[in-house]
């Protein structure tokens, strides 16, 4: 039972079938927002960021390996590779924002090329890869 100061336009609501889709688009589109937050905060807490280095495939390949003895030759060497180019294109976009100076510490820093290579970890890559195919499905 409404109470007694209800609006008239609260009363007897009726909705097009357009309107009725558009409200059901929002909520999905809200639903599939949250479900993304929450798989980049499980990617986030379990350290899986970088569980498939490349895109759109992982490893190379489109479904994620399991064991160290399917990843390629090298892949040690391919990943450093294409974070120094990932960062090199990064910096470029810094420096036409007019950030000079920090895209020179992007391009100077050695970090990636000194970085301790981590063992294979097929969880890591894995919930690095469902949160991609969670990503690309909620678009």
């Not at 980049?40 to 960021?49: D, L, P, Y």
């Not at 910096?91 to 000079?100: C, P, Q, T």
Request: proline residues 5%.
């Amino acid at each position: 039972m409404f109470f007694i100061n209800t609006p008239n336009f609260l009363i007897n609501l009726e909705y097009t079938k357009a309107e009725l889709r558009f409200q059901a688009i929002n909520l999905y589109s809200i639903i599939a927002l949250f479900i993304v937050i929450l798989a980049g905060g499980v990617v986030r807490s379990t350290g899986s960021g970088m569980g498939c280095p490349d895109w759109p495939k992982c490893f190379g390949k489109y479904i994620p390996p399991v064991k160290e003895a399917q990843l390629p030759q090298g892949y040690h060497t391919q990943y450093v590779e294409k974070q120094l180019k990932k960062n090199k294109r990064f910096a470029k976009v810094l420096e036409s924002f007019g950030y000079i100076t920090l895209a020179k510490k992007i391009k100077n820093d050695t970090s990636i090329e000194n970085k301790k290579q981590e063992e294979f970890n097929p969880f890591k890559t894995w919930t690095e890869y469902i949160n991609r195919l969670i990503g690309v499905i909620a678009c």
